[in-house]
Nanobody
Framework: VQLQASGGGWVQAGGSLRLSCVASGSIRKWNVMGWYRQALGKQRELVAIVTSSGRTNYADAVKGRFTISRDNAKNTVGLQMNSLKPEDTGVYYC??????????????WGQGTQVTVSS
C-alpha cells in the first residue's frame, strides 16, 4: 500500500489550501481514510476522517473550516482547508485503514506534507 500526498504550502492567515492523497495497492477495500497533523514539538493529532460510506468526523479545532472528501473510484481523499489559522501549521499526514486481499486489516501513512500559515 502506498499513499501519495500533495497540496501543502504556505499561506497567510485566512487563506485556503487543499490537500490530496492518492492510495494504491492490491487490497480488498479502503475503509477509513483521513488526515492527521503534527505541529513542531507536539504529538500527531486527528484532523478529519471519512469512512467508506461517507461518514465524517472532525477535530473540534477545524470544524466549520475544513472539509474532507473522498472519491472511492479514484482511491483519493481530499482536505479542503479554509480560514486557515497560524495554529493549523504543521505536517499533514494522510492515513488509510484497509482490508487486505486476504482479509487482514492494515493501515498505512503517507509521507506528510507541510502546511505553514503565517499571521
Amino acid at each position: 500500500v502506498q499513499l501519495q500526498a500533495s497540496g501543502g504550502g504556505w499561506v497567510q492567515a485566512g487563506g485556503s489550501l487543499r490537500l490530496s492523497c492518492v492510495a494504491s495497492g492490491s487490497i480488498r477495500k479502503w475503509n477509513v481514510m483521513g488526515w492527521y497533523r503534527q505541529a513542531l514539538g507536539k504529538q500527531r493529532e486527528l484532523v478529519a476522517i471519512v469512512t467508506s460510506s461517507g461518514r465524517t468526523n472532525y477535530a473540534d479545532a477545524v470544524k466549520g473550516r475544513f472539509t474532507i472528501s473522498r472519491d472511492n473510484a479514484k482511491n483519493t481523499v481530499g482536505l479542503q482547508m479554509n480560514s486557515l489559522k497560524p495554529e493549523d501549521t504543521g505536517v499533514y499526514y494522510c492515513n488509510v485503514e484497509y482490508t487486505g486481499s486476504s482479509g487482514f486489516l492494515g493501515a498505512s501513512w503517507g509521507q506528510g506534507t507541510q502546511v505553514t500559515v503565517s499571521s
